[in-house]
């Protein structure tokens, strides 16, 4: 997906980078603007839709997360302190889709009344039998998407009370369009490069379907877009046959789940376990993913590597940060 972003705001952009948005050319005005505005407090309810905010964001935004790194979303139960941060945020940011079904009610608990940002809003959404798969940010084209839904409900929470600020979030957010652009053509690169047979593994649950339609590899998974429940017995063993005569290349452990489950399926099956994806969650902060563009790249990296016979790793892809 190509994102399409307004002539106007882009050619404000160019501007700012040409130098009228150099600290030296700005005028006092907007320079005093700045320093005096507190930031926006903005509350996202998991930690990479929290991480996609403070790089839009960057000075001009508080950003918290109610569920945190290597944090399950699916099961997550809000606490008294969760309520507390909702009525004081400015905004909340959300993914939608049905992905926290906790979040209405801890809003409605709260008394929020501020904007609702739906990251996910304008994505072409994968079908289930159970509805729309919530996980459209394995896509990172999509991902392009949540970053400029993010951008503009935090240009217009900060239009009125800091203008400068609102203008710097459109050159952060610009800069960040580009990252993603950049990793996803890499990543597509890299992963075309294997052999077509060799692009099917098994994950935990079903997180991937985006990935695997954007970048060409088969996900095989017990259980559904939901951590919610165990899979059957038989379940596990259709997933062993499926494996076996799909010929899978191996088996990845995903950072919110139970590794137990995988473990079983490689005993039954014979295949390796090639390495830990992140699905719904981040890495804590100062790991191998913690923010939304290591993480991806960490995921195709260990992909790669699992889907290779006997290759050395492939180096990490630059993303620039």
Same mark, same amino acid.
């Given at each position: 997906?190509?994102?399409?972003? @307004?002539?106007? *705001?882009? !050619?404000?952009?160019?501007? #700012? ?6 600290a /030296? =050319? ?41 569920v ?53 809003r304008?994505?072409?959404?994968r ?20 970053? @400029?839904?993010? *951008?503009? !409900?935090?240009?217009?929470? #900060? ?6 600020? /609102? =203008? ?63 899979p ?8 062993v ?48 993913? @913690? ?31």
């Open positions: 997906m190509t994102m399409e972003f @307004d002539p106007t *705001r882009r !050619a404000f952009q160019r501007q #700012l980078l040409c130098g009228l948005g150099s /030296a =050319a700005w005028p006092l005005a907007h320079a005093t603007d700045t320093a005096n505005a507190p930031a926006l407090k903005v509350v996202a309810t998991f930690s990479l839709l929290a991480d996609i905010a403070r790089e839009v964001g960057g000075p001009a935004v508080e950003v918290s997360a109610l945190g790194p290597n944090a399950d979303a699916h099961v997550f139960e809000p606490t008294p302190s969760d309520v507390r941060r909702v009525a004081g945020a400015d905004v909340v940011i959300t993914n939608g889709l049905r992905f926290e079904g906790w979040i209405d009610r801890l809003i409605k608990a709260s008394g929020y009344r501020g904007p609702v940002v739906i990251a996910s304008g994505v072409a959404l079908q289930l039998s159970g509805g729309a798969d919530p996980h459209a940010w394995q896509d990172l084209a999509n991902g392009q998407r949540y970053a @400029d839904n993010i *951008r503009a !409900a935090l240009v217009a929470a #900060l239009a009125a009370k800091s203008p400068a600020h /609102a =203008a710097e979030v459109e050159v952060r957010a610009s800069a960040y369009q580009q990252k993603l652009a950049a990793l996803d053509r890499d990543s597509r690169a890299r992963i075309a490069a294997l052999p077509a047979e060799r692009r099917r593994v098994i994950t935990s649950h079903d997180a991937f379907g985006y990935f695997a339609a954007a970048y060409g590899i088969t996900f095989i998974a017990p259980r559904g877009w939901t951590t919610g429940s165990e059957s017995a038989e379940a596990v063993a259709r997933i046959r499926q494996a076996r005569q799909a010929k899978a290349s191996a088996l990845l452990v995903e950072n919110i789940s139970d590794p137990r489950l995988i473990e079983r399926i490689a005993r039954e099956s014979g295949l390796k376990v090639g390495g830990k994806l992140y699905s719904d969650a981040l890495s804590p902060p100062g790991t191998e993913a @913690d923010t939304y563009l290591k993480m991806f790249e960490h995921n195709v990296r260990t992909l790669v590597q699992a889907m290779s016979l006997d290759t050395p790793s492939p180096a990490p892809v630059s993303i620039r940060e």
